[in-house]
């Protein structure tokens, strides 16, 4: 029975080419499922999640300093206190410049419920460690099984291949960014048509002895 490879460096099939990291070598889960689709049916750039979220990081912080600037001016032009309007952030609770601090999504959700950039970006960036750290954690709760099942007094082979196979299919996951496919069952040789030919063949060869004796 082959032991899974124990090993904490990944090589993976793709290189970051639509980036700016332009790193080699990644493994799936460094891109997004999105973005493998379309590489393997077009065969273009690809671009992985940490190149993703930094020129969208920048995009952000253009839009903030553009929104900052758009509220300054209107400040000097009306003389008003228009451009100060705060609103408290949703996540952080701090009152901060609306239209600095906030983008428009954000505040069309209303008092309460809007976060500002700084807690959207955190909560991004959070979210993709948590995607990152839950996989390596599903790997090492089926390798801690694996190592249970084979330290029984009485190792079952069944439970073995049972976890073998499960950090296998987690990894080929993590390394090709693919979700194994569990293929259903086919029909076989003894199946509705299988009999059926075997019970037309059958007939006919009753036939031919009849024809025989006689």
């Not at 600037?69 to 609306?98: D, M, N, R």
Request: some cysteine; proline content about 3%.
């Amino acid at each position: 029975m082959s032991t899974p490879v124990v090993t904490e460096k990944w090589a993976g099939q793709f290189d970051c080419t639509g980036g700016t990291c332009r790193r080699k070598r990644l493994v799936g889960s460094e891109f997004s499922k999105k973005a493998l689709e379309r590489y393997r049916k077009t065969g273009g750039p690809l671009k992985c999640k940490q190149c993703v979220a930094a020129v969208e990081q920048a995009e952000r912080k253009a839009s903030a300093a553009k929104a900052a600037a758009a509220t300054t001016a209107t400040s000097l032009s009306s003389g008003s206190e228009g451009g100060k309007t705060k609103t408290i952030c949703a996540s952080c609770k701090q009152s901060l410049p609306s239209l600095s601090s906030f983008n428009k999504n954000q505040l069309s959700k209303g008092e309460g419920k809007a976060r500002c950039r700084s807690c959207v970006e955190k909560s991004i960036a959070d979210e993709a460690k948590a995607s990152s750290n839950s996989k390596q954690e599903q790997i090492n709760d089926a390798k801690e099984r694996l190592r249970v099942a084979k330290g029984r007094e009485k190792p079952d082979p069944k439970e073995i291949l049972a976890a073998e196979s499960q950090i296998a299919a987690l990894e080929a996951e993590h390394v090709t960014g693919l979700k194994p496919v569990k293929l259903g069952r086919g029909r076989g040789r003894g199946g509705r048509w299988g009999s059926g030919s075997a019970g037309r063949s059958g007939r006919g060869g009753r036939g031919g002895r009849g024809s025989g004796k006689v």
